[in-house]
């Protein structure tokens, strides 16, 4: 299982090195930079060509790189064009935010999709079935944003259950302690609710057709014929066979889970990386761009791995190179 780990992170170099070249190379035909948004109405040339040379505007591309893959290398991130303060700084501020969206969005996630997922292949072609199906291809092809504002509208405007926005209430904050905490996971209801119902549908179907599948198995069928109990058929064979590809998805849905608040923290007004990552690229802020894709880059690599160690641990004679 180590060298499993060690050979994926040394794979993973060249492709994140890989990944900021092509970062910094596609941000030189981006029009306009950061300095766009801070210059005053009839600025001199001169001064103008000073600003941009004190932030590095003016080297080639390949320099800046070089400037940003050495300062990487100290833990220096650079600063924020727009903000004035280092990059960790900013994206420390919003990174906690997110954070804990992914966490509750893929708790919420798999807690609805495992469940639903069983009943669905289990009751093939019954009422419950055909139930979740509809479930499935209702709410796959509602976009993100058109769900989180349906329940905006429900939850938080017509019954008033859940707060429609932000990650903390003013009051709560002041407040600090159990009161902070309270309002931080009543804030994160319906935002994480609004990823798990929508992110859950693949799952759910994947899961729904290994099922079926599984059930007309040979060793499913000798196993009945032995005289087996059919709930320890379903746990011993069929569930533990067909919750393979869902554990190989799970790196899928955990990345998508973290790219995926980008929309979501924008309809519910949440302080995070996917908001702070809009802003950036709007407004041309390369330094915080450039941090948040290398993360959610990493993001990926690292839930890639966890997918195939999740394999391992649910099939120990799975053994992936």
Same mark, same amino acid.
């Given at each position: ?59 080639? !591309?390949? &320099?800046?790189? $070089? #400037?940003?893959?050495?300062? +990487? @290398?100290?833990?220096?991130? =650079?600063?924020? %064009? ?21 966490i ?50 429900i ?14 209430s003013?009051?709560a904050?002041?407040?600090?302690? !159990?009161? &902070?905490?309270? $309002? #931080?996971?009543?804030?994160? +209801? @319906?935002?994480?609710?609004? =990823?798990?119902? %929508? ?44 919750i ?26 949440i ?51």
């Amino acid at each position: 299982m180590w060298k499993t780990v060690v050979r994926r992170l040394l794979i993973a170099i060249p492709q994140l090195i890989g990944l900021s070249v092509i970062v910094f190379v596609l941000a030189q035909f981006m029009p306009g930079d950061a300095l766009r948004g801070q210059l005053e109405p009839g600025m001199p040339p001169g001064e103008i060509n000073r600003m941009r040379e004190e932030a590095g505007l003016n080297d080639p !591309w390949y &320099e800046q790189y $070089s #400037r940003w893959v050495g300062n +990487v @290398l100290r833990g220096d991130l =650079g600063r924020s %064009l727009q903000h004035r303060v280092p990059v960790t700084s900013v994206i420390g501020n919003n990174m906690i935010n997110t954070i804990r969206l992914s966490i509750m969005t893929t708790i919420l996630l798999y807690a609805i999709a495992i469940p639903l997922g069983i009943i669905a292949g289990r009751k093939h072609n019954r009422l419950p079935d055909k139930a979740i199906m509809f479930y499935i291809f209702v709410f796959f092809s509602i976009p993100t944003i058109v769900m989180g504002l349906l329940m905006i509208f429900i939850f938080a405007f017509r019954l008033g259950w859940f707060p429609a926005m932000n990650s903390v209430s003013v009051m709560a904050a002041f407040q600090g302690g !159990w009161a &902070e905490v309270w $309002s #931080r996971l009543h804030h994160l +209801v @319906l935002p994480s609710v609004t =990823g798990a119902v %929508l992110g859950g549908t693949v799952t759910i179907y994947y899961l729904r057709n290994q099922i079926i599948d599984v059930q007309s198995s040979d060793f499913v069928t000798t196993a009945r014929s032995k005289g087996t109990p059919e709930r320890r058929v379903y746990t011993r064979h069929i569930l533990r066979n067909a919750i393979l590809p869902v554990a190989g998805g799970m790196g899928a849905s955990i990345a998508l889970v973290f790219t995926g608040s980008i929309f979501i923290e924008t309809v519910f007004s949440i302080n995070g990386m996917g908001q702070l990552f809009v802003n950036s690229v709007a407004g041309r802020d390369w330094p915080v761009a450039n941090a948040l894709i290398m993360f959610y880059a990493f993001v990926g690599v690292m839930a890639g791995l966890l997918a195939d160690l999740t394999i391992m641990f649910v099939d120990p004679r799975i053994r992936i190179k």
